[in-house]
């Protein structure tokens, strides 16, 4: 099974950026689906970004389509989220997750391998 390890996270002003990364343990990590969730205090950890095994495929949540982008390097095992135009309500620990291929890539109970999770706050 695979082996997930988050940095990245930190604080930042709104309208800043910030880059998470997930290191993956195995070989194999590019045969799974991966994707990146949240949790803010109070709140269910929902799905933010996923992209398929195969790398054709991604989906975004309408909350940070056209600021937030999903990437892969399987050569390197990582994941990644580049995270634009960052607000305040994007506070949250975020979590990076694997999901076996021959499931749906964007259903997110399909996940079932988590990283610890990394603080991103973002100020007003």
């Known amino acids: 099974q695979v082996l997930l390890v988050e940095s990245g996270g930190g604080l930042v002003q709104a309208g800043g950026s910030l880059r998470l990364s997930c290191a993956a343990s195995?070989?194999?990590?590019?045969?799974?689906?991966v994707a990146w969730f949240r949790q803010a205090p109070g709140k269910e950890r929902e799905l933010v970004a996923s992209l398929s095994w195969s790398g054709g495929t991604t989906y975004y949540a309408d909350s940070v389509k056209g600021r937030f982008t999903i990437s892969r390097d399987n050569g390197e095992n990582t994941l990644y989220l580049l995270m634009d135009s960052l607000k305040p309500e994007d506070t949250a620990v975020y979590y990076c997750?694997?999901?076996?291929?021959?499931?749906?890539?964007?259903?997110?109970?399909?996940?079932?391998?988590w990283g610890q999770g990394t603080q991103v706050t973002v100020s007003s």
């Open positions: 195995a070989r194999t990590f590019s045969l799974y689906h």
């Open positions: 997750s694997a999901a076996a291929r021959s499931l749906t890539f964007n259903t997110p109970s399909n996940y079932d391998v």
